[in-house]
């Protein structure tokens, strides 16, 4: 679907820039807009791959399975069901420790099958996964962005040459302590609204 928009507004801008005499300007446009791209890829990507490099180094020493192992408790607490495996809960840390660290790619991964078990955990042995209450949650925590160090962003502003690229970290912090709570808060106020725990 998403391709066809795309086609359908470079169809759209062919047509208007013939019917308004401007067809130069869009293939000027459309030129050097394609170089500047490949320009920002370049410097975004180093950037982007020192910082997942910086998050290899961790898990590798151990650090973010360290961070992952100190907010258990608290994961325990949001995923009573899931707590009851080891590998769902290995899948939730690792997820939300990349995702606090601004990595959102590294993240993916493990949030895959945190979401898949925990919906396989919730349907029962030889049912269909659902999407149960605990599995929303989790897809909240992932949509609020909980994120201490935002390495994607401050890339991006870094590339696009900000004099100071983390100087956002304020607002990133109550943006996502908002969000974070605003989310958690829904979830459980509507599981409870239906009678079941979260």
Do not use: Y
């Not at 997942?52 to 590798?60: A, K, N, Y």
């Amino acid at each position: 679907m998403l391709s066809k928009i795309w086609v359908g507004l470079g169809v759209a801008a062919v047509f208007f820039a013939i019917w308004f005499g401007r067809l130069p300007e869009v293939c000027t446009a459309l030129v050097s807009g394609a170089g500047d791209g490949v320009q920002f890829i370049l410097k975004i990507g180093g950037l982007l791959c020192f910082w997942s490099g910086i998050m290899e180094v961790m898990q590798e020493s151990g650090l973010s399975a360290l961070l992952a192992k100190g907010m258990t408790p608290f994961f325990r607490f949001l995923f009573p069901i899931g707590a009851g495996d080891k590998e769902t809960m290995e899948a939730i840390s690792t997820n939300i420790t990349a995702n606090i660290l601004g990595l959102g790619n590294a993240a993916t991964p493990p949030g895959m099958v945190a979401a898949e078990r925990l919906a396989r955990q919730s349907a029962g042995t030889g049912k269909e996964p659902i999407a149960s209450h605990e599995l929303c949650l989790f897809v909240l925590i992932n949509a609020a962005s909980v994120q201490l160090i935002p390495t994607t962003v401050c890339s991006i502003r870094a590339a696009l040459g900000a004099r100071d690229p983390f100087d956002i970290l304020p607002a990133v912090w109550i943006t996502t302590a908002v969000s974070f709570v605003l989310c958690v808060a829904v979830a459980k106020l509507l599981s409870a609204g239906q009678g079941r725990k979260v």
